[in-house]
């Protein structure tokens, strides 16, 4: 049920994706259309692409100073020892590329060996038997 669950998470973002890609590259075509009559296309095509990465170079911007501002809001780590959860969240805030290829990398591993994969799913969701 949770394998299901995070394949259709997973499908919905690549639907929204796909549809977000349409979009960018109806509003570049609409842009382009717009331009044509008023300049030459090689001169239109130039600016689409510089307003394209106008848009990029903005968010970009806005991105980096969010990315500041949580850089000063970071609580201190634990004292008692090593958080691994908290770990892992460091991580994956750090480097997200990396972060998005281990997760590839575990999904693929996972549909390769659904065994191994059924085995580690059940340790995990079982609940443990009473202590003594």
């Known amino acids: ?14 639907a929204i994706a796909a549809a977000a890609a349409v979009g960018v590259v109806s509003a570049a075509f609409a842009l ?6 008023l300049v030459t296309p090689a001169g239109a095509a130039a600016i689409v692409a510089a307003v394209a990465a106008l848009i990029v170079a903005v968010a970009g911007m806005i ?19 090593f958080d691994m959860t908290g770990r892992i969240i460091e991580i994956v805030r750090d480097r997200p590329i990396m ?25 995990f969701l079982d609940p443990k038997p009473p202590q003594r």
């Open 1 to 14: 049920m949770i394998f299901e669950k995070t394949l259709m998470t997973l499908a919905a973002a690549a």
């Open 63 to 81: 991105a980096a100073r969010k990315v500041e501002g949580h850089r000063d809001r970071q609580a201190a780590p634990p004292p008692g020892g």
């Open 99 to 123: 972060s998005i290829g281990i997760g590839l990398a575990a999904g693929i591993f996972a549909l390769k060996n659904p065994t191994l994969t059924a085995a580690v799913a059940k340790a």
């Open 32 to 37: 382009y259309a717009v331009l044509v009559p």
